[in-house]
């Protein structure tokens, strides 16, 4: 295949960015879409020209560390995936592909297609947690989970962290994923002990953040590529307004 | 008497951890918050320990590469976590787990540290499930249990096919719920490049900070390296694409002795290669052999046609089928530990019964699975790792079966520690994938995160505490010091040499290459005369670097290709350790294969009378051959045995 | 609660109830609007009961609060909303394919919605209940009032644009106010959107028959 990308390059958070055009060949439809930037990345070193920077690492869909706007979605035109488990045979030979960055107040550029998503390591800090020190805890077995609930906390917690839900969201929001970790905690008798504390934190730090709010377009969910329902979003809210009304 | 004074407690074997315990000193809370340690790498090992010991209360850094603690590569562990709990009434023991894991590990691991393992086990699911990790549970509220290779008890626990990343997002929130606190501190994105040693004593670090180019200095009273394997080394394999060896890399140059290094683990049931532009390769968990079952062709006539895409598998009747690990290993069946699954597949497809077009697969079936309890049971057991599968190769595995060949996955070995998992440096520690001790020759499935969470919760804020007990007088570690000062400069010096090169060929070129000769020449099967090639390759490839490697960019940017430099320049290094230490071995064992050394029926022989030890390097500078040294091995507890899952 | 309405999930709930009592009133509003095909003598006894009973009198200002209120937040969390994304914006990006008009242009949707009930309330509000309020004299007849408006093929059509503009608003408004108070989950979601694509179906078809009613009256059967 061969294919025309159009590339955001920016250098650093406070340079101004614009689009590039490459040209890439040969690319087999088999190639991961982060292989062919590889590809691309090689023949630029050869050139000697930058290579483009993007971040990625376990290129199996688990870590997160992948992100890329491909053509106007979050992790390219494929359902349920992260970017590194995109590959070429999504696109037609010929195609011309536009690559971005999240673009999100919260999440400032780094440089090209990196971009900075520490606010979430920030929120989780803020009470994504459960309070218990290591050793001293009883037995696994000591409090059976219904089944129902321990699934839908895992539903829950296949949240990678990856920022697709922001990226997509029009409000810049965080909702999705802060809803992910009080849902997932929030279903598991360990975790109801502080539930409420744990919601109001997170969402506290949220909004200082600078993340936008929930308008219920439901983007963040068919982009997530874990699928987490925006049910955990009602889920949120039912936490964070029972919390708050009892204050 | 060695060097190696591995410090293993006296008396029974079952007594020996709480004995010590016992024995060893603390520190007293006033006089923790006074102590400084570093903690490299945020995945299980590091992660639960960063987090178990600021709990503790001592002040921690913990450094990670990735953008946050969460993407350790623990995270991509799928299939689970062993432990004895016996939940399922089926004789499970500490003793057995114990057994097991010397078994698999082909009798090359310390009996005192496995035990120790199998003690603490228990105590890792209690401490999960109280942080909220979603486990799979069944009806009844209780937990669930998988098997694992190795193993003919169910004492796997697993959360669907993300076991690695609910475990790792358990020790994250641990560790967030301790950054918030400010008993530790995080430093993303930030690199260590080397360690610093003050009288002979870790006390400090030289770090990259990967978005700037800053070279910094943290100074601290013991120094913990949880950095995983090396696998990268090999340039393909089911590694994530950052992780590296360096930092324990440095460690070794720095006087740290490096244990086993030839023990790689090939893991058999991952995606094939698929051509030349491949950056990694994919793992299909091993509990999919809990259900999937391993075959070939029995006949050329099958393969030719497979491979000409003449027929589909499923067109193969039953009776044409070799299904080669049940009529190898009746008693394990498809369940046996992987380095011997994977030499088995690479005997067939070595034999010409390979079913893709580059010859190099074989099939892992669930068609007698689904028939006996239905797609849904087995969508519901794998389904994500079934549209994984589905994703990369666009081959739908509920109707053809999947293709598989074995990859590079784990290094058993890694930096060598005593019982207090001390390295030979005092006051640096090695933790998880990063040490040598647990796993042997060979790892068992599910066995990784039991020993990083181990090591992370349970060991090492024990330990530590003996040697920190002695260094309550010593105050913060100035890093004004000529020996930070030399360090940095050292670093600073590396990377300007790397970056004023500029020759021809990218960082990768010559990664590929060197992958190309491990993988040729210290992979699955390795004899003399390959190694000797491979480690003049090796020196050879490495001069070449270091003239014709082209690094763009500057320092003092978001410059990817530059810590991929420094890393490769490592790799080059370790590679030819690698294949120095596979040459030593003249044995069979585990995942160390010498052609020169099987049993008629091709099964690895082991020698115990030669080769029952630890080999553990000492660097003794560049251009100068390392030294070895033995920590032989004793066995008291274990009859050992040649390892039999025939019956 | 402090804080609550500072939070952007509070402010959300600002919308959400606000939206959900003027989803009711829009349901008192249709109903009594029906009573137009009860003729004119219904009609204006309807009227002539909205306008002195004292349930409804004490309600008036409290849903021109509610509308208040729903229109100002509307604008806070739009404004808030837009600040986060920040000021770069993807050179391409296709929402299609993961949520629905309505949901991303509740703001637009609002504000037709918004400029017609003005022109609205001029033309029947002000002659009607307001006289009311001020101690004016309210149209004598307001059968005759509201045939005459819709008599005006152009007033007809702005009447129709404003109910299908409402009808997306609802579309999502109504399923979007329960999510907003917690009140769903996995299968509740589908269901409250399918109940909401009933009622806003109800509402714009109800508010459409009236004017179309009228000039067909007037034009087709030329009874009027």
């Not at chain 2, 006949?299 to 080669?324: F, M």
């Not at chain 2, 060979?442 to 003996?466: C, E, K, W």
């Not at chain 3, 806070?76 to 050179?91: E, H, S, V, W």
């Amino acid at each position: 295949m061969n294919l025309k990308l159009k590339i955001w390059r920016q250098k650093s958070a406070k340079e101004k960015g614009r689009f590039e055009e490459y040209q890439v060949e040969n690319i087999s439809p088999d190639t991961s879409f982060l292989e062919m930037l590889d590809i691309l990345n090689n023949n630029l070193i050869h050139e000697g020209k930058d290579p483009v920077v993007f971040d990625h690492d376990c290129r199996e869909g688990i870590c997160g560390m992948c992100s890329l706007f491909i053509d106007g979605r979050a992790h390219g035109p494929d359902d349920d995936i992260t970017t590194c488990q995109l590959h070429m045979r999504k696109f037609k030979d010929g195609d011309t592909i536009t690559i971005e960055p999240w673009r999100s107040a919260a999440f400032p550029i780094i440089k090209d297609l990196a971009v900075d998503r520490s606010a979430f390591d920030k929120i989780l800090q803020a009470g994504g947690f459960i309070s218990v020190n290591t050793g001293g805890v009883p037995d696994a077995n000591a409090i059976p989970i219904p089944k129902k609930d321990a699934d839908e906390s895992m539903d829950a917690s296949a949240c990678i962290g990856c920022g697709a839900c922001v990226a997509t969201c029009k409000n810049g929001s965080a909702m999705l994923f802060v809803a992910a970790r009080v849902s997932a905690l929030a279903k598991l008798p360990q975790g109801r002990i502080e539930a409420a504390r744990r919601a109001k934190a997170m969402v506290a730090k949220m909004d200082e953040l600078g993340f936008g709010g929930c308008t219920n377009t439901g983007a963040c969910e068919a982009e997530c590529p874990k699928g987490i329902s925006i049910s955990h979003i009602a889920r949120l809210n039912r936490e964070f307004l029972a919390a708050k009304l009892k204050d | 008497m060695s060097v190696l004074d591995s410090k293993i407690p006296a008396g029974p074997l079952a007594d020996k951890w709480n004995k010590h315990k016992a024995d060893i000193k603390v520190v007293s809370p006033a006089n923790k918050r006074k102590l400084d340690i570093i903690v490299i790498g945020t995945g299980l090992g590091g992660g639960a320990a960063a987090a178990a010991l600021g709990e503790l209360g001592y002040n921690v850094k913990v450094f990670c590469i990735s953008d946050s603690p969460r993407r350790a590569h623990s995270i991509a562990a799928q299939g689970g976590i062993n432990a004895a709990k016996n939940y399922q009434n089926d004789n499970d023991s500490v003793y057995r787990l114990f057994y097991d894991t010397i078994k698999g590990g082909d009798y090359r691991a310390r009996e005192a540290n496995v035990y120790r393992l199998a003690q603490v086990s228990n105590s890792i699911i209690d401490q999960c499930v109280a942080q909220g990790v979603p486990f799979a549970r069944d009806y009844g509220g209780l937990l669930d249990n998988r098997s694992f290779g190795g193993a003919q008890v169910s004492r796997t626990f697993y959360a669907r096919g993300q076991t690695g990343q609910q475990l790792l997002l358990g020790a994250y929130a641990a560790l967030n719920r301790q950054i918030a606190k400010g008993t530790v501190k995080s430093y993303p994105r930030h690199e260590m490049l080397d360690l610093v040693l003050v009288d002979g004593k870790a006390r400090g670090i030289i770090t990259r900070n990967l978005v700037t180019g800053e070279i910094e200095r943290f100074g601290a009273h013991a120094v913990i390296i949880a950095s995983g394997g090396y696998g990268n080394v090999f340039f393909l394999s089911t590694n994530a694409m950052n992780s590296n060896g360096s930092a324990a890399w440095q460690c070794y140059k720095k006087g740290a002795m490096f244990a086993n290094p030839c023990f790689t683990q090939i893991h058999p049931t991952c995606i094939p290669v698929h051509g030349t532009q491949q950056s990694k390769l994919t793992l299909m968990s091993e509990s999919l052999r809990n259900d999937g079952r391993i075959w070939v062709p029995k006949h050329k006539e099958d393969v030719e046609k497979l491979r000409k895409k003449e027929i589909k598998a499923s067109q193969i009747p039953e009776d044409q089928r070799d299904y080669y690990l049940e009529r190898r290993y009746p008693a394990f069946g498809n369940l046996v530990p992987r380095d011997v699954a994977s030499r088995a597949a690479k005997e067939r497809c070595d034999a010409g019964f390979g079913v893709n077009d580059t010859g190099l697969a074989v099939f892992l079936d669930f068609s007698t699975a689904i028939a006996r309890l239905g797609k849904e049971v087995i969508e519901q057991r794998y389904g994500n790792l079934f549209q994984m599968y589905e994703k990369i190769t666009d081959v739908n595995p509920y109707e053809e079966p999947m293709m598989i060949y074995p990859a590079v996955h784990y290094t058993m070995g890694g930096i060598w520690v005593d019982y207090n998992l001390m390295t030979t440096i005092p006051g640096l520690y090695a933790l998880g994938e990063a040490n040598f001790s647990d796993h042997g020759a060979n790892r068992l499935g599910a066995s990784a995160l039991m020993q990083g969470l181990a090591d992370g919760y349970f060991v090492i804020p024990y330990t530590i505490g003996d040697y920190l007990s002695k260094d309550i007088q010593t105050p913060k570690i100035d890093t004004n010091t000529p020996e930070f000062e030399a360090a940095e400069k050292g670093v600073r010096e590396k990377i300007a040499k790397i970056l004023a090169i500029q020759g021809t060929r990218s960082v990768d070129d010559i990664h590929k290459e060197l992958g190309h000769i491990m993988w040729s020449y210290v992979g699955m099967a390795r004899n003399k005369d390959g190694l000797i090639k491979a480690m003049d390759l090796i020196r050879e490839l490495r001069a070449k670097f270091w003239k014709e490697v082209r690094v763009p960019g500057t320092n003092e940017e978001f410059n990817q290709e530059l810590e991929k430099a420094i890393r490769l320049a490592d790799f080059l290094e370790l590679g030819e350790l690698m294949a120095r230490d596979a040459l030593n071995r003249e044995e069979s064992c585990g995942g160390h294969f010498r052609e020169e050394y099987q049993t008629e029926e091709g099964e690895a022989l082991r020698d115990d009378e030669h080769f029952a030890y630890v080999a553990v390097w000492e660097n003794k500078g560049e251009n100068e051959e390392p030294v070895l040294h033995k920590e032989e091995l004793h066995f008291e507890n274990i009859k050992v045995a040649q390892r039999n899952y025939k019956d | 609660m402090s804080n609550l309405f500072t939070s952007s999930i509070g402010k959300k709930l600002v919308m959400s109830l606000s939206g959900l009592f003027l989803i009711l009133f829009l349901l008192v509003h249709l109903g009594a609007n029906l009573a137009v095909f009860g003729g004119e003598s219904a009609y204006n006894a309807m009227c002539e009961f909205m306008d002195t009973n004292i349930f409804i009198r004490i309600m008036v200002p409290v849903l021109a609060l509610g509308f208040i209120i729903h229109i100002l937040y509307a604008f806070i969390i739009t404004l808030n909303n837009r600040k986060a994304r920040g000021n770069m914006r993807y050179a391409v990006q296709d929402l299609s394919k993961s949520s629905t008009w309505e949901s991303r242009n509740m703001l637009v949707l609002g504000i037709i919605v918004l400029g017609i009930i003005i022109i609205h309330l001029f033309d029947f509000w002000s002659q009607m209940q307001l006289q009311h309020f001020i101690g004016g004299t309210p149209t004598e007849n307001p059968y005759e009032l509201v045939i005459d408006k819709f008599s005006n093929p152009l007033m007809a059509l702005i009447y129709i644009v404003w109910v299908w503009a409402l009808w997306f608003h609802l579309r999502h408004g109504f399923w979007s106010a329960f999510h907003t108070v917690g009140l769903d989950n996995q299968i509740w979601i589908s269901r409250w959107k399918c109940i909401a694509k009933i009622y806003a179906l109800i509402v714009a078809v109800g508010f459409t028959i009236i004017p179309l009613y009228v000039l067909a009256q007037r034009f087709v059967c030329g009874s009027l």
